[in-house]
C-alpha cells in the first residue's frame, strides 16, 4: 500500500461476481438483438455533414463560365497559412482576372478566412473530404481545378442564426 | 446394504458386436463426417464470433462477402491466411517451433472422438453408436488429452524465443495445470452419481433419472463450466495471449496457417468444452421428454433428432462462450489463481464430500435412481446454490483490486520499509 492512497472501504455486502456477471451478460444480450447499429457502411453509405463544414476549396463561376475571381488579392493576404498563391491579369477592357490562382491545401488550415473576405463571392470552402491523391504536387490545386469541383460549399456562419436552423 | 444404482435404459447392457466390415465401414463413415462437421463447424465459428461481437458492440460485423451474414468470411480468411508469408524468425528454434501448432491442434480434434453425438442407431447391420471410439475411460480421456494442448501453447511460447512468447507460454501452463484439478474434481459428482466414467452411461442416468445433472449437480457445472474458459483461454481467463500486456503472448512470433493453427485449436477446444458440458450436465443427445430415444429399436429418425438436440445443446454452450468473452474484462494474475486454488479448489473439494455424503444418504434410504432421488438432490442443491452465489460471493469468490489495510497490516508493512531502509542505506555508503 502506497503511502497517502486514499483507501475507500468497499461495500463487501453488495459486492458480487457471478451475479454482476449474469447482470452484464443480460445486458450484452439485450445489445445482442438491438436492431439500432451504429456501422455507417461508408463507400456505399455517407455521413452527414455539417453545413458549415470546411473542406478543400471550390471557386464558382459566372455563366460563362469564367471564375468570379476578380484578383484583389484579399484572400491571399488574409490567409494565415499564406497557402494561397495569386498572380493578377488585366484584359483589353480592364477587368481584373487572375493569372495563377494556386492553394495548397497541405499548408491550408481551413480557417475559411478566404470566403468570408471574398467580395465577389468566388472562393469557397467546400463541404467536402475525400481527397487523395496519389502524389503531394496533386495537393495544389490550380484555377482549373478549383472551378471545376462540384460539391457544394460551406454556409457562412450566420450570427443571427448561430446554430445553423 | 447399500443397493448398487440400477438404470432403466438399456445402453448398459452390451450390444451384440458388429460384424467387423460393419465396423469399420460405420468408422469411417462417422470419422469422415465428425472431422467435417467439425472442421467446418471451426470455420463458422471464427465467423460467429466476429458477427456476435459486433452485434453485441451496435456494429453490423464481416458482411462483404457472402451475403449480409458474411457467410464465406471463413473462407476468405482462410485463403488469406494460405497464400500469406510463412515467416520463420532467425531467433526460433526451428523443430520445436515448426512442432508446436501441430502439437496444439491435434488433441484439439482428438478428444472430438469419444463424445457421444447421438442415440445409437439400430440399422440392420445391427446397432450403430453414434461415437467415433465408445472407450470405456469415458471422459478421463478427454481430460487427459485435453490437457496435452498445453504443449503446444508453452512451447510455441518457449520456441519463439521472445520474452513475450514465453511469458505467455509460462502464463498459459500456469492457468491451465490450476484449473485442471478444479476441472477433474468438479467432474467426480457426476462420476459418483453416474458411477460409470462413459460419456453414454452418463447420459443414461440423467434420462433415467429424468433430470439434468446441472439441475442436481449445480456447483459442479458452474466449476466446470468456469474451469472450462480457463483451459480454453477464452476470456476473462485468456491471460496467455492479453494484447495489452503480451502483445499476442505465445503466437507472437507465428505467422500465415502456423498461427491461424492456434485459433482453431482454441476454438475446437471450446467446441469439445460446450460438447463436455452438454453431455455431462444437460443430457447429451437425449432428447428431453421423451422417452423412445432411450429404448431398443431406435430409428433414423429419432437418431438424426437427437444429433439435432445434441447440436443445438453444444451450439447454446459456444454461444455462450463468446457471449461470456464480449461481456466480461479480462482477470488480473492473482485473481486468476486465487480464483483457482482458493475459491473453484477448495469449493470443489467440499462439493465432492457434501453430494458422497449426500448420496450415500439417499441410497441408505432406499431411493432408487428416479425422481425422488433426483428431486431430493435437486433440493439440496438450491440450498447450495444459495449459499454460494448469494453468501460465499460477497466480494470472496474474486479478490477485490485493493482493500482497506487492517492496523496489523499497516504496521507489518511499516517495519518491512523501516527494515529495508536500513539496508538501502547501508548499501548506499
Redesign the interface.
Known sequence: MAINVKVLARPVEEVSYVRATLKGMARTFKHLFDPDKVTIQYPEQKKDISKRWRGTHRMLTDETGKAKCVACGLCPTVCPSNCIKLVPGEDEQGNRYPLVFEIDEFRCIFCGYCQEVCPEEAIHVGRHYENSEYSREGFVYDLERLTAQTHPVCEMWDPADPKGE | MIPSPVFAAVHVLPDPPLAWWTFIISTVVKMIVVFTVYMVGVAMLTLAERK?S???????GPNRVGGPLGLLQPAADGVKNIMKEETLPAHVNKPIFMLAPMLAFIPALMAAAVIPFGAPWDSRWGRIPMVIADLPVGFLFILAITSLGVYGIVLAGWSSNNKYALLGGLRSSAQMISYEIAMGMSLIPVLLLAGNVTLNAIIDQQASMHIWNVLTLTISF?IFMVAAFAETNRLPFDLPEAESELIAGYHTEYSAMKFSMFPISEYANMATSSAMMATLFFGGWDIPFTTQDNTSGVGLLMVLLSILIFAVKTGFFIFVFI??R???PRFRYDQLMSLGWKTLLPLALAYIVIIAALLLALDYAGLQRGWLYGLSMLGVNAVLVFIV??IL??????S?A????TPQ??SR?RAVTAARSHLTAQSGD
Open positions: 456476435i459486433a452485434w453485441i458492440q451496435g456494429r453490423l458452474f457471449w461470456i464480449w461481456t466480461l452465489f448469494f460471493d460477497r466480494g470472496r469468490i474474486i477485490p485493493y482493500g482497506r489495510a497490516q499497516i508493512l
